[in-house]
């Protein structure tokens, strides 16, 4: 029996070792649950990815009261996910999508535009993800074209008739799911999205009772299938999966049913992720849905060019950073910018633009306004003799930026 005992021992060893093969990733949403109702409910599919990463609570919406306040509407959390930026940038208000910006690059476009020979893959209960928000086929993103759709299924009323209790998209939601399970496990897609609607149905039907938290128990065990096969295929072929689950929202606090505003509850998410390489924005403050996109192309070693970084609102949640938390106040002709320093060593590079030609799809001319050690914290630029009433600050380290915007 010793000789047995330690190979499994070997086995659970090397399965628990970082892995050096090909870099995949999975993203899931599943819609519309707030942290506090993850929190009390038995999830142990999550619990097992989470102890490989790591669980934190979250937030969507962008920065409350200020230019990128952000509805906690499902499309919007999606492209906010999608492109790393907040509202004020991707320019989805509501689910009508009525005029995304597409200057504003979602994951896909970077990914494809960079591997062209490298697949991705999309299942979901809802077509507009890939349709409009990815936008594949459009000619503003350069008919971007997804490998492995599988989607559509809400409109199909033949196969899945739309009944009052949303059963019909519990339904569409496994099928989703065991094609996501099976395509992940053969084919491999190198970057896949994975979403799931139920959850938010039930939220909206029910609010705060067992219907809600049921729903919350099927999905688990959906997460469960793909988490198989995503230890399937790191076990026989040693590839490197990075997933990362979370939701679009949260839900109002009177009855669980609503969200869209800007409560707390509404804003307060979550992120479960097998990512081993945690940094302490993860670890040690409230990381937002922004942040997914930058951790996600990092593992993928997704190169974003400098001009597009500079938009990007969120951070990585792996691997080194420079500086975190960045704020700016105009006092007179003065900018008082502040960052929280993730290092001790290197320096940060403080640029200024007064337009935002970026959002038609032109160039801003940034200004170095100054360049100062990463442990000083803070910076005041002089902008006296610049034009008024619009700054885009960049704070660029050397392993990650940040950028605020003054609006007057």
Known sequence: MRPFLLLCLFLIAAEALPQSGPKKAVFVIVDGIPADVIEKQPTPSLDAIAREGGYVRAYVGGDKGTYSQTPTISAVGYNSLLTGTWVNKH?????????PNYHYWTLFRFFKQQYPHKTCAVFSTWLDNRTRLIGEGLPETDRLRVDYPFDGFELDTLRFPHDRNADYIHRIDEIVTDEAASRLREQAPDLSWVYLEYTDDMGHKFGDSEPFYKAVTLMDDQMGRLWKAIQYRRKTFGEDWQIIITTDHGRDAQTGRNHGGQSDRERLTWIVTNARNLNDHFRKSIPAVVDIMPTLARHLQVSLPKEQAFEIDGIPLTGRLSLTGAGVK?????????WKPAETEGRV???????????????DLY?????????????VLDVSKLPSGFYKIVLEGRHNQLNRWIVE
């Not at 200004?367 to 910076?379: C, F, I, S, T, Y």
């Open 330 to 338: 105009k006092e007179g002709g003065k900018l008082t910018v502040t």
């Open 91 to 99: 320019n989805v208000w509501d689910n009508a999508i009525k005029a």
């Open 367 to 379: 200004r170095l306004m100054d360049e100062v050690p990463v442990g000083q914290g803070q910076a």
């Open 349 to 363: 590079k403080l640029w200024l633009a007064t337009t935002n030609h970026f959002e038609e799809g032109r160039r």
